[in-house]
């Protein structure tokens, strides 16, 4: 991941966590580079190890790379999938109860 990708996801993350409205739109891009960026990676350095004549490009970096992958993987991955969502009711005028059925 070059330096300037870093730079913008820092950049986003920290327009993110310091809004006061929710701020949908800038975890679904933050979540699209993470995903596009774990996407390079598995084609990179996962898919070759699941043929028998390619390596993986990064096989240099050891140790390093696999914690990378982890890191994307959980911040792309694991973190916007437990994130809460916020209900937009169809019809607000109709009230519901908290287990969602309308009485």
């Given at each position: 991941m070059r330096l300037w990708n870093k730079l913008y996801l820092v950049a986003l993350s920290i327009c993110s966590l310091t809004r006061k409205i929710?701020?949908?739109?800038?975890?679904?891009?933050?979540?699209?580079?993470?995903l596009s960026i774990l996407v390079v990676y598995v084609y990179r350095d996962l898919w070759p190890l699941a043929t028998y004549h390619l390596?993986?490009?990064?096989?240099?970096?050891?140790?390093?790379?696999?914690?990378?992958?982890?890191?994307v993987a959980f911040a792309g991955l694991?973190?916007?999938?437990s994130l809460?969502?916020?209900?937009?009711?169809?019809?607000?005028q109709v009230k519901s109860?908290?287990?969602g059925c309308s009485t």
């Open positions: 929710s701020s949908m739109a800038l975890d679904i891009h933050i979540t699209t580079l993470l390596a993986p490009v990064d096989a240099a970096l050891g140790w390093f790379i696999w914690l990378r992958i982890g890191l694991v973190v916007p999938l809460p969502h916020i209900h937009f009711p169809t019809d607000p109860s908290a287990w």
